[in-house]
């Protein structure tokens, strides 16, 4: 049966990203090696390994935050439609924020086996900072710097933001000023994991070399399929170097679809990493997802995803309807703060955040020992909806309708 979100015909799963996926990425990988142990080999001293391992926490916990940061977002935009409309735009939407969830596991799971430890939701101290952010604001980890995200309802603006957010590497350039301050920035959330693989390979090899591994965390601290509640695809475990590929690969895969082949110069047409539809794919990276709603219509099974081809990255099949006026029109990024408190608006959103501070605690408990605890989930996210939509048939005293503000409450 083919859904909404798939292109008619479609039969098979094939993989967004192959097996071999990191040929860059490896070669890459033998440099930092390279220049790494030359600092450790003058240092002559494990210190260095271990500010490097450390680093690469920090970096996983961010990239935990960054999977994260959009879920609120494109939350907003699916609960704003008006309900029986917009099947197929609200069936995207839905499949993104499913693998979306999915991915944060993944990167919890990939943290617990460098033997960190995930936080998701609160934080150990107040210098830690804020797992959820403070909309409207720029992706964690100083991805694509000068995008900024809101929380808005479900319309053409919001959506190109969305296929902003999954933009394939090679798209934008990173700020001159940052460039110039020294700071580490990324062009795409590609390239911030293309930059995580490299650190992890180049890490576990010095470790090989001394007959040890980076990989030592607590294998029962992994969350494994049968745990996980949503769809999405499959969680991947990860207990090596081959697992961490996989995860990544399969993260970037789902959202972009490509490690920048889109934007290679010069175009290829012959180059088969450009046809990325047709019968043999079973659905497409949340970018091509997303230009689907934009233009409201399928990807062809001919079209090309480079912007230099005949079609210009653009889809060009089967058109399906989209009603950019269904919607509940909320304010964008609303607050606590923007009601009287005690007031009804802010007690119902209070309790938003309420139910969906406690979910994150949830997930925040069961990947950190206690992989079980997921399940426990299930009512809360069906809470958390029915909360968002009443919200947002609230109308304020500007003529706009309230919404959830994703904000961290502690219980």
Known sequence: MTTPFKQPNDS???????????????????????????????????????????????????????????????????????????????????????????????????????????????????????????????????????????????????????????????????????????????????????????????????????????????????????????????????????????VIGEIVGQGEGTLGSIFSEPFNPGDERYLMFGPTVEEYAHYFRFKEVHYERYYAPTDSAHRDSPNHGLPTGKKFEVDWEAVCKMKPNPKMSDYPKGSPLYEKTYDFNKTYSALLDNINEACNGRPAALRDGIMLMYDLKYKAIELMNIPREDGLMAGPSFEYVKS
Not at 26 to 33: N, S, Y
Not at 192 to 208: G, H, N, P, W
Not at 227 to 244: M, P, R, S
Request: charged fraction near 25%; proline fraction near 7%; aromatic fraction near 8%.
């Open 12 to 246: 098979k799963r094939q993989k967004l990203i192959p097996d071999n996926a990191f040929p860059e990425l490896q070669a890459k990988a033998v440099m930092a090696v390279n220049s790494i142990e030359s600092e450790v080999v003058a240092a002559d001293d494990d210190t260095i390994f271990d500010a490097k391992l450390a680093e690469l926490k920090r970096m996983l916990q961010t990239a935990l935050e960054l999977e994260h940061s959009t879920i609120p977002p494109y939350l907003c935009a699916l609960y704003s439609i008006k309900p029986g409309t917009n099947l197929t735009a609200t069936e995207i939407i839905k499949s993104v924020v499913l693998e979306e969830m999915l991915h944060m596991i993944m990167v919890a799971n990939l943290i617990n086996a460098v033997n960190g430890k995930p936080c998701i939701g609160a934080k150990e101290t107040d210098n830690d900072g804020n797992f959820i952010p403070d909309y409207p604001t720029p992706l964690p980890g100083n991805v694509d710097p000068k995008l900024n995200v809101s929380l808005a309802c479900f319309s053409k603006e919001s959506i190109r933001t969305f296929w902003k957010i999954e933009h394939p590497e090679g798209g934008f350039a990173i700020p001159e000023e940052l460039l110039q301050k020294g700071e580490k920035s990324y062009p795409s959330i590609g390239a911030f994991y293309e930059a995580l693989v490299k650190d992890i390979t180049a890490l576990e090899t010095m470790a090989s070399q001394k007959g040890k591994t980076i990989f030592t965390g607590d294998p029962a601290r992994q969350v494994p399929s049968e745990h996980y509640y949503g769809a999405g695809g499959k969680i991947i475990t990860v207990f090596n170097l081959e697992d961490a590929k996989n």
